[in-house]
């Protein structure tokens, strides 16, 4: 199993806040992961600290076999790690296809604007749109489309079905079962249990920083009542 992100004794701080205590989990690659656990455990911060946009961190964050934890963010991204944001990003003054081209290429192998279109049609109908102009769906498809444009094959996904409609939920379902298929690995933090479910190979919850169950998607039906009691269903 070749891992694609290996973190171990993690420990991350916003100023003088210690939020990530002792963090240790790993994804292979072209595996979809799924952090779970509630509102303010430290899902996020591992995300964020992965691309080194916490303050400081100490520990180890391993980017396709490479330790990353010293670098800055701007170096880290050209490992092929993409992050998209729960607040999307979105440019307000430039047109859909504006805030799609504005990412630099950083490795090879990115997704063409063609390749983009075809997987978000939508997109391609609104490319001219102002930013603003978008539904909350065409943005949160905007927000992962830049980031497939840059070449990176890890992705790290922030809660991208929170607020949308039921059919904009189920096109993003599509696109991530379209994109393992393609071999790319992610990483989902979701509080949408039906949605991330039948998409994840596994699951990390977390709670006050660190990692207290993991399991396999064919645990599930095991799992219920100790994911209800974790998760405070």
Not at 22 to 40: C, I, K, P, W, Y
Not at 55 to 83: D, M, Q, V, W
Not at 88 to 103: C, D, G, K, T, V
Not at 145 to 162: F, H, N, P, Q, V
Request: net charge negative; proline share 3%.
């Amino acid at each position: 199993m070749t891992l694609a992100l290996e973190i171990k004794g993690l420990q991350a701080w916003y100023g003088e806040s210690h939020i990530l205590h002792d963090m240790n989990l790993s994804v292979a690659q072209g595996e979809v992961v799924t952090l779970l656990g509630r509102n303010g455990a430290g899902r996020t911060t591992t995300l964020r600290a992965i691309m080194g946009l916490t303050g400081r961190r100490s520990g180890s964050i391993k980017i396709n076999g490479i330790e990353t934890i010293a670098l800055p963010t701007h170096r880290i991204a050209h490992f092929g790690i993409g992050y998209c944001p729960e607040e999307r990003a979105i440019f307000s003054s430039l047109s859909a296809e504006e805030n799609l081209m504005l990412p630099p290429t950083l490795t090879a192998g990115g997704m063409s604007v063609d390749e983009i279109y075809q997987m978000f049609p939508n997109l391609e109908e609104r490319r001219l749109s102002q930013g603003t102009r978008l539904s909350g769906g065409e943005q949160q498809m905007l927000a992962v489309a830049r980031i497939l444009r840059t070449g990176a094959k890890l992705l790290l996904l922030d809660e991208i079905s929170e607020g949308l409609a039921p059919v904009i939920v189920q096109a993003l379902s599509r696109m991530i079962s379209t994109l393992k298929a393609k071999g790319y690995t992610i990483v989902m933090v979701e509080q949408n249990f039906r949605f991330a479910a039948p998409l994840a190979d596994r699951f990390y919850v977390i709670e006050h920083g660190h990692v207290v169950a993991q399991f396999n998607a064919n645990e599930l039906s095991t799992k219920t009542d100790e994911l209800n009691e974790l998760l405070g269903v």
